[in-house]
């Protein structure tokens, strides 16, 4: 990943005595006894000298190191999906939660970020300028990252940017992998956080993930589970069928069509359901 250098904990979280009450704030005992400013408006009611506060450090917009007791959507050598407020002459500035937004430099944009577009980065503090900063080209970010992942595999997800095939998104913020659109059943957006399944380590390295587990013989009978104790709660019937769309499927039960399909084949084979045109019917 990006290397940063930290100076006074800047990007990161820190528990800092209370050295000194003014009019303005507080200032608070740095690393090297250095002074840092946490303004009136977040410092806790009832403050005195020598208390400890939790704060995160970061520069104000005429670069001077700071205090805020806001938290940040993501700190530093961490990723996140933030929305961009506005597009300058010198990059995108991104709704970090603090008072002064997040720049992602035009050289850190993988594509031409837009304004009101949400897009997954990860934050850094840039070695040249001390100034904490994002990038967008995650692939970078991770390129000398060892995973060793396996099909089947659990994982959680940051769902990142919509592309033709489908949608990008981080595992387990050490990989990138892609969810295809065909395999996308219900709404999906830019910022959900889901469980995921290794579906397919490519010999490039590339990751496809599916958002239902893989597999008949454990996945199958389980949603067969479900449906029966779904058909209990819902007085025997259900309104779907193998005709059904894939959307009303993943509506009612977040399952595909086609693992739906397996499920109430083996539990009619089961003699538990029948199956009219009206929908399943508990037997």
Do not use: C
Not at 16 to 42: H, N, Q, S
Request: glycine share 8%; aromatic share 10%; proline share 3%.
């Amino acid at each position: 990943m990006i290397k940063y250098n930290v100076v006074s904990n800047i990007g990161q979280y820190a528990e800092l005595k209370v050295a000194k009450l003014v009019d303005f704030g507080v200032y608070l005992e740095g690393e090297d006894e250095a002074l840092i400013l946490l303004p009136t408006r977040y410092v806790p009611p009832k403050t005195q000298l020598d208390d400890t506060i939790k704060v995160f450090i970061y520069r104000d917009s005429e670069d001077r190191i700071i205090a805020t007791t806001l938290i940040p959507k993501a700190t530093v050598g961490e990723f996140a999906v933030m929305r961009v407020k506005s597009v300058t002459n010198i990059g995108a500035f991104l709704d970090w939660g603090l008072a002064k937004d997040l720049l992602v430099p035009f050289s850190e944009q993988k594509d031409k970020m837009q304004y009101d577009q949400s897009y997954l980065v990860y934050v850094y503090l840039d070695n040249a300028t001390g100034r904490i900063v994002a990038t967008a080209k995650i692939e970078k970010v991770l390129r000398d990252v060892e995973t060793n992942y396996a099909e089947g595999d659990e994982v959680d997800i940051l769902v990142g940017r919509r592309t033709d095939l489908g949608y990008q998104a981080l595992i387990n913020n050490d990989a990138l992998g892609i969810i295809y659109k065909n395999e996308i059943f219900g709404s999906l957006k830019t910022g959900d956080q889901r469980k995921g399944y290794i579906k397919k380590v490519r010999p490039d390295g590339k990751i496809d993930i599916s958002l239902q587990q893989q597999g008949y013989q454990n996945e199958v009978p389980k949603i067969g589970e479900q449906i029966l104790d779904l058909l209990k709660k819902e007085e025997g019937f259900l309104p779907l069928n193998d005709k059904s769309s894939p959307e009303d499927i993943y509506h009612s039960l977040q399952m595909s069509k086609k693992n739906f399909k397996k499920a109430i084949g083996l539990l009619y084979k089961n003699k538990l359901i029948t199956i009219e045109e009206a929908g399943i019917f508990l037997k």
